[in-house]
């Protein structure tokens, strides 16, 4: 069982900054392609963005793209989601989630292991 925990959420000031991470138990962290879904209140999950298992390359959903940047680091097992000019519609509880086979990046039954969420509050 892989285990992600999430954690850098918080609430900040449109315009402003938040870097998530996301770490993973298991030596075999650098296997998995990793992901960042969304979801607000009322919403459905929605892709954000994702990265391959060798970071080579990665994905991003249209609404967030030039302001997020996914990243890893697999010495540290770990994940991250840089995202800057953050606005309002950004709030929502975020999950990162790990799949061993990366076909459609942001299709959420693509991905095997998810974590618990971590809330991200964008305030105007």
């Known amino acids: 069982q892989v285990q992600l925990v999430e954690s850098g959420g918080g609430m900040v000031q449109a315009g402003g900054s938040l870097r998530l991470s996301c770490s993973a138990s298991?030596?075999?962290?650098?296997?998995?392609?990793m992901g960042w879904f969304r979801q607000a209140p009322a919403k459905e999950r929605e892709f954000v963005a994702a990265?391959?298992?060798?970071?080579?390359?990665?994905y991003y959903a249209n609404s967030v793209k030039g302001r997020f940047t996914i990243f890893r680091d697999n010495a540290k097992n770990t994940v991250y989601l840089q995202m800057n000019s953050l606005k309002p519609e950004d709030t929502a509880v975020y999950y990162c989630?790990?799949?061993?086979?990366?076909?459609?990046?942001?299709?959420?039954?693509?991905?095997?292991?998810w974590g618990q969420g971590t809330q991200v509050t964008i305030s105007s």
């Open positions: 298991g030596r075999t962290f650098s296997v998995y392609a």
């Open positions: 989630a790990a799949t061993r086979q990366l076909v459609v990046p942001g299709t959420e039954s693509e991905y095997d292991y």
């Open positions: 990265i391959t298992w060798s970071g080579g390359r990665t």
